[in-house]
């Protein structure tokens, strides 16, 4: 099946507290695109989100950052995509994820929320077809570590290396939003795994 990527919403927590965050990888990957595309984010209030049109590429795509926090981040995309009647197949949702070193970005389709109460807060109100960009934070070894390591600020080496992933994100971005996703996934997916700890990776 062949489809474009119309949203692509990137998961974090609104503020400035939470800016310099591993939990708002998603932010700072739209930050980027928008950047890049010389846009600006705009607050749309019916959708409890800030969002920007960004032409990627040969596309025309909507950026979104929820404004409802990480836990409630299913409210804003499931406003949004049925307003304007997008599929669920048709979004892609970029977020932080543990069980990745920093550095590495992974693109899936579909699958679990692994987890992240982001994710899973989207499952709950759209189901589990959308596509993810996996932006790798590592791992703080303990499940019970999580929460404090995903509302810290990175290190200065792993964010120069969250940086470099970002990039890379950025250059093939133009790929999956015409939905070549076997020939990005060919480009991204190269690095390894950071182990699970035992207990799980729930996530604020």
Known sequence: MHFNVQLIVGLGNPGAQYERTRHNAGFWLLDELAHRANVSFKPDKRHQAECATARIGESSVTLMKPLTFMNASGAAVASYANYFRIPVHELLIVHDELDLSPGTVRLKRGGGHGGHNGLRDIVAQLGAEFSRLRIGIGH???????????????????????????????????????????????????????????????QE
Do not use: W
């Open 140 to 202: 703080p070894g303990v499940a019970s570590a999580v929460l404090n390591y995903v509302l810290g600020v990175p290190s200065s080496t792993d964010r120069d290396a969250i940086a470099e992933a970002l990039a890379r994100a950025c250059a093939v971005m133009p790929q999956i939003t015409m939905g070549q996703f076997d020939r990005v996934m060919n480009l991204l997916n190269r690095r390894t795994d950071v182990p699970p700890a035992a207990g799980g990776n729930a």
